[in-house]
């Protein structure tokens, strides 16, 4: 066995190794880490900033969101506070009432006499 073809083996074992490491990256990249119930599924976002408005020079109102509950949180100034916390998503718009909802109107009713009592 000469110096050449041990050199040519060991450039061999080397690039198998950095094709095994390349596939075992793209496979943990696009499938996810292996769970101990198979593989998962693609990971879908948990977290999300809905809305920002800035409030002064230093301070912005942050809407954020974690599963399917909203946060309002307000940064900068001297300190970050937690506005409300447990904010049920968005509000669902009111639907117009019915064509037969019949809104009556009324006569006022006279100012009460306190003066008879």
């Not at 904010?87 to 009324?106: E, F, M, Q, S, Y």
């Amino acid at each position: 066995m000469d110096f050449d073809t041990l050199i040519l083996g060991v450039a061999t074992l080397l690039f198998v190794v950095a094709l095994l490491a390349l596939l075992v990256w793209a496979f943990r990249t696009f499938f996810g880490k292996a769970s101990s119930a198979g593989l998962r599924k693609a990971r879908e976002k948990r977290l999300g900033v809905i809305e920002t408005v800035a409030v002064d020079s230093k301070r912005t109102l942050y809407l954020v969101r974690r599963d399917d509950v909203e946060h309002l949180v307000m940064i900068g100034g001297p300190v970050d506070v937690v506005v409300e916390t447990g904010i049920k998503g968005r509000p669902h718009p009111l639907n117009p009432p019915h064509d037969d909802v019949i809104i009556a109107k009324t006569e006022a009713r006279p100012p009460a006499d306190y003066g008879n009592t």
